[in-house]
């Protein structure tokens, strides 16, 4: 085994534990969204070792910097609001585990036998620097990357207007 | 130099090696520092408060049969430098207390998350110059040693961490099973992520004049005549008028974003106790501090490489004086050199800059209300952030198009452009007197209400 | 340059794998809608995953072919991925404050309630 494996054996293993916690923890929302945030950053990790830097730095800003900081806000307001215990919950473990086995067989079959000969790493000197990235994205891209920013606006908008209390 | 060839040569055998060199270069002198930074903001705080504050500590006494006879009988002063000693070992010695009924390990965890994002900081920071030595196109040893990594993304690897710098706060506040704490983290929260958008897009504009997320590059780039006109004197972005836009938008932001005074509403003592550190003692605490005062320290360390022109001293080409007046080409040759092998110094000196002007701004201004803080973050510095990102995007392309002068020209265009706007959005959204006239109240005597009883009511309406 | 020349690429698409169902499974099983979300959340993380690895990995045809903007395809999906998971989160957890702040808690099962 290399040491490249080894890294990702150890990277990629934190992040399924994390992974395994969001759902585990879920009793306790702030712990799931602490394992998120782990898992977040470690995957902005792999995204560097996959040599894809600037996603792997925007992953970190935008997943773990700003949108589980916001998660854990709400999780925290509501905490603070909430005056009734939590209901008794009905489980649907049994539909769940089945769901995501029938899942998991169907994919995992596919990976499994998958050969991965034809596939090999193109080794350009400009991957997933922001050059490279900048230069498609408002070129061969421009028609999706102003639709996504209409969507944004969209977002801002919307939530502006779910926030309002007087709405 | 022997130096920069031992270091070459470790780079090619042993890059791991080059690399802890790297770290420890820039983790140790901040370990060193932050006693000093805690001395410097006691001191500071009371001399611009009339008071003298600790200047004892260190004091020693020599009695008068002393061995050493220079000594004997002397008081030997050192200004309560080792004062934060003393505060160090006072939290270390004082009891721990851990709260019952707490979540433990997000309990324990939180202050190591606060100074981690601290510490990590200065990855992608040069505290020296990366390019060529005076007068020869050699790359000096500093390029060799800083920054720890010179990755394409760097100033945006700086948003990355300092952002991440919340969940410290975040989470010390909400397990500490106390409605303060919770409150405090609420507050740190919201208020990192609102001033992050504006110290983003005060970056972005620097991003865009530079053409490059490093940050090496972006201290080249000051080196440059400035306005590219004044052939002698270096463009430091905060020369120009929209870095200096930026740089008043991204100082406010990092006020904000370290938590200091006027921005310390997660700690807001007098309204929160401590904040999210009321259930915090002893070394848990003092955790807590270092990171605040690395954090400090290290921003003000980026402040000082994007707007104030990095490791340069001031900001005058020695080498271009030295090439256009041979006859001073002795001194200002000196002067090249001076500022180039120093280029450490003269950082640590802006970083310790950085840091008295925290402290000023904690001496000087009161704390703001909650909404004040939103407003300002949102309605004030991103809008100003984002036309001024405008006015670059416009002065970027007409300079290229037309040369300066055409740059200037859309610069100012585009700047009266905004100002008309902003004052037409302005008296817009000015609140006129009421649309429907004051309720009336009547007393239970028949008669009207006082006017202080009815401005009352309208607010909770 | 890579990192990763020489981890297999199927071990990226097992942990995408993994995180994927175990989101799906927590979108099953959780009722605190935050929680799902986070789920929800994981999922997409997880495809991004693959979209990367799969940027990475390229099949030689399309190298062979000249193709390469094939492999700046799978960047610029997540990019978009990462776009709309920033809109869709400020959006939901308005609607599920909004909600709280209605019945002062939060259960899936309350969601219901934006049918009006």
């Known amino acids: 085994m290399t040491a490249n494996q080894v890294a990702f054996l150890l990277v990629g293993g934190l992040a399924a534990l994390g992974a395994t916690g969001v759902v585990a923890c879920g009793e306790k929302p702030v712990r799931s969204a602490l394992c998120l945030v782990l898992n977040f950053f470690l995957l902005g990790v792999l995204y560097f070792m996959l040599g894809a830097e600037l996603l792997g730095i925007i992953q970190v800003m935008v997943y773990a910097g700003a949108i589980m900081v916001l998660f854990l806000f709400v999780v925290m307001v509501l905490a603070l609001q909430s005056q009734e215990a939590p209901r008794h919950k009905e489980r649907r473990w049994p539909l769940a585990i089945v769901g995501a086995i029938a899942l998991a067989a169907t994919v995992a079959s596919v990976i499994v036998t998958f050969d991965p000969s034809p596939f090999s790493q193109p080794v350009g000197d400009g991957y997933g620097k922001p050059q490279a990235i900048g230069a498609y994205l408002f070129t061969e891209y421009a028609l999706p990357f102003e639709v996504a920013s209409v969507l944004l606006l969209v977002g801002i908008v919307g939530s502006v207007l779910l926030a309002r209390r007087n709405a | ?461 | 340059m890579g990192l990763v020349n020489d981890v297999p690429l199927q071990w990226f698409l097992a942990l995408s794998l993994y995180m994927f169902v175990l989101g799906a499974i927590g979108v099953m099983v959780r009722r605190n809608p935050v929680v799902m979300f986070m789920c929800i959340e994981l999922m997409l993380n997880a495809v991004n995953l693959t979209f990367l690895a799969f940027a990475r990995y390229q099949p030689s045809g399309a190298l062979a072919s000249g193709d390469v903007p094939t492999a700046m395809a799978g960047q610029m999906m997540v990019i978009f991925v990462m776009a709309v998971a920033a809109a869709e989160v400020a959006v939901g957890l308005g609607i599920i404050t909004a909600i709280f702040r209605l019945k002062n808690r939060a259960d899936a099962d309350d969601l219901g309630s934006l049918r009006g």
């Open chain 2, 1 to 461: 130099m022997d130096v920069g060839h031992w270091l070459e040569g470790l780079g090619q055998s042993n890059p791991v090696a080059l690399a802890a060199i790297r770290v420890v270069l820039l983790v140790l002198p901040i370990l060193v520092l932050v006693p000093g930074l805690i001395w410097l903001e006691r001191r500071l705080l009371s001399w611009m408060q009339d008071r003298i504050g600790p200047n004892r500590t260190g004091t020693v006494t020599f009695p008068s049969n002393f061995p050493l006879k220079f000594l004997a009988g002397k008081k030997v002063r050192t200004f309560g430098l080792l004062q934060p000693i003393a505060d160090g070992v006072k939290l270390f010695l004082k009891e721990d207390v851990t709260p019952s009924a707490i979540d433990k390990l997000v309990y324990f965890l939180a202050p190591f998350l606060a100074l981690f994002p601290a510490f990590a900081l200065g990855a992608t920071l040069p505290w020296a110059s990366t390019g060529f030595m005076p007068f020869t196109s050699i790359p000096g040893p500093y390029s060799l040693l800083t920054p720890v990594a010179n990755v394409e993304i760097g100033i945006l690897y700086v948003l990355a961490i300092s952002s991440l710098g919340a969940y410290g706060l975040v989470l010390a506040g909400y397990a500490s099973n106390n409605k303060y704490s919770l409150m405090g983290g609420i507050r740190a929260s919201a208020q990192l992520i609102s001033y992050e958008l504006g110290m983003g897009v005060s970056l972005a504009c620097v991003a865009l004049a530079t053409g490059s997320l490093k940050m090496p590059d972006m201290v080249m780039q000051q080196e440059a005549a400035l306005w590219g006109v004044a052939e002698h004197i270096q463009n430091w972005f905060v020369f120009t008028p929209w870095g200096l836009v930026s740089a008043i938008v991204f100082l406010i932001c990092l006020v904000a974003e370290t938590n200091r005074a006027p921005f310390d509403l997660p700690e807001a003592e007098n309204e929160l106790i401590a904040g999210y550190h009321t259930e915090y003692s002893s070394m848990k605490f003092a955790v807590f501090f270092m990171g605040e005062y690395a954090a400090m320290f290290l921003l003000s360390g980026v402040f000082a490489a994007v707007f104030l022109g990095g490791y340069n001293l001031v900001p005058v080409r020695w080498e271009h004086l030295a090439d256009t007046y041979p006859a001073m080409a002795g001194f200002y040759g000196a002067m090249a050199k001076l500022n180039y092998w120093l280029g450490p110094l003269w950082f640590l000196g802006k970083c310790a800059g950085g840091v008295a002007f925290f402290i000023w701004l904690r001496a000087t201004l009161p704390r703001l209300r909650y909404d004040q803080l939103m407003s300002l973050g949102w309605k004030t510095l991103l809008p100003l952030a984002v036309a001024n990102f405008i006015v670059v995007a416009l002065y970027i392309v007409f300079t290229s198009l037309y040369g300066p002068a055409g740059g200037w020209g859309a610069w100012g265009g585009a700047t009266l452009v905004l100002v008309l706007l902003y004052l037409n959005i302005a008296a817009a959204t000015r609140k006129g007197p009421l649309a429907s006239p004051p309720r009336r109240i009547a007393l239970v005597d028949g008669t009207e209400a006082p006017a202080s009883l009815r401005e009352r009511e309208q607010v909770k309406t």
